[in-house]
């Protein structure tokens, strides 16, 4: 099978790759390993940026987005029973939708299945040669059969443990990360979300109220990285989230069915360079932020915006310049958001480390942000507007 671009990886970053470039004329082929069940199944963030709204509109993706997804205008952190909100828009001008990551990934397969476009499920990639040529080629199994794709450029969007990244010459490949000793319980319920996504910063540890719908509440706990989810029942959990939240009387927080349980385990890693010869990695084979901030999926759109407007020049009259660049641009984007995440991270956890001294500076740190508009004001941009990229499609 021949090819322009070969894709590893149906996740967020290769299934945008795939609709940038057919926009553009240029034909790629998606090799996903797992299967498409597995796939629309996989429950992550679901905090659409302003960039990636956009990016859905203009490939004319975005009308089950629009019609069940909700838009998010505030940001609260909690601390000492107080609450500091942020009015996104009043801040910022723009604001966030809530639309889960599996349904943005339903939405891009079904249009791509629909297209006829080349999307092979479970083709598990054995490994990527000829990166350094004018021809790599992929290996992978299908249906217990070998076989090669043949293309002119490779994007690795297949993940931290991705043969995307395996490929890149170790001896170039400069790998940094931070391993938390803490992890997010987290759970879905049917109950009422609060009204905004609200953070707290408690003595016993932080939590997160969020939504996947109005019927549909996403909350987690900080716990300790070696947690089993089903250790803790509902009653246990409910009755922490409360206290954490500061909800004494117990009537702002509204209770249902929990019937889903998981733990994110939280770790901040960035990797460089994105590219070698050929071969090109996006997403999460090159970045991973703690969850806190919501960045993972609008980093790896806003990495495959720049990618496919490189490839679009290079087909387009040949210079190979925008596609030199591509890692240089993407690798400071990727530590910003890494920075701004892991210092949210670091505002609103409770550290087992921390002394007395580092516990009040911490929560002198809040102090300031609530008393201050430029301090929210560029939270709120940093939560908002990080991976937002006007001059690219």
């Keep these: 099978m021949r090819t322009q671009v070969g894709i590893i990886g149906a996740g967020p970053a290769g299934l945008f790759l795939s609709h940038l470039l057919k926009a553009q004329g240029i034909e790629s082929v998606i090799l996903e390993a797992r299967s498409r069940p597995y796939v629309e199944g996989r429950v992550r963030a679901g905090v659409l940026e302003p960039g990636t709204i956009e990016t859905l509109g203009r490939l004319g993706l975005d009308a089950r987005m629009r019609r069940e997804g909700l838009v998010d205008e505030g940001l609260d952190m909690r601390f000492r029973g107080r609450t500091i909100h942020l009015d996104l828009p009043g801040l910022t001008g723009k604001s966030v939708m809530i639309y889960g990551q599996q349904e943005v990934v339903k939405d891009l397969i079904a249009a791509r299945v629909e297209a006829g476009d080349p999307l092979v499920f479970e083709a598990q990639v054995t490994r990527i040669e000829g990166i350094e040529t004018d021809r790599p080629r992929i290996h992978y199994t299908e249906g217990g059969t070998d076989k090669v794709l043949e293309c002119d450029f490779v994007a690795g969007c297949d993940g931290y443990h991705g043969a995307g990244r395996a490929t890149m010459p170790q001896d170039i490949l400069q790998v940094f990360e931070q391993v938390y000793d803490f992890a997010w319980l987290g759970v879905l319920a049917r109950a009422r979300p609060m009204p905004d996504m609200t953070y707290t910063n408690s003595d016993r540890g932080f939590a997160l109220c969020s939504r996947r719908s109005m019927q549909v509440s996403r909350l987690y706990l900080q716990v300790p990285a070696d947690t089993d989810p089903n250790s803790w029942s509902d009653d246990r959990f409910w009755d922490e989230l409360h206290a954490r939240m500061f909800d004494e009387g117990r009537t702002e927080i509204e209770e249902g069915e929990i019937f889903q349980r998981d733990l994110a385990k939280l770790r901040a890693f960035v990797a ?75 505002l609103l956890h409770k550290f087992g480390h921390h002394t007395p001294m580092q516990r009040n500076l911490q929560l002198a740190e809040l102090e300031y942000i609530a008393g201050s508009r430029n301090a929210q004001a560029s939270i709120a941009e940093q939560y908002v507007m990080l991976n937002y990229l006007p001059d690219y499609p």
């Design 272 to 346: 460089a360079p994105m590219q070698h010869g050929r071969l090109f990695l996006a997403g999460d084979a090159v970045h991973i932020v703690p969850p806190a901030g919501a960045k993972g999926l609008n980093m790896a759109v806003a990495d495959v915006r720049v990618l496919s407007r490189a490839l679009t020049e290079f087909y387009r009259t040949g210079s190979r310049a925008e596609l030199e660049g591509y890692s240089t641009l993407c690798v400071e984007r990727a530590w910003r958001v890494v920075r701004f995440s892991s210092t949210l991270t670091g």
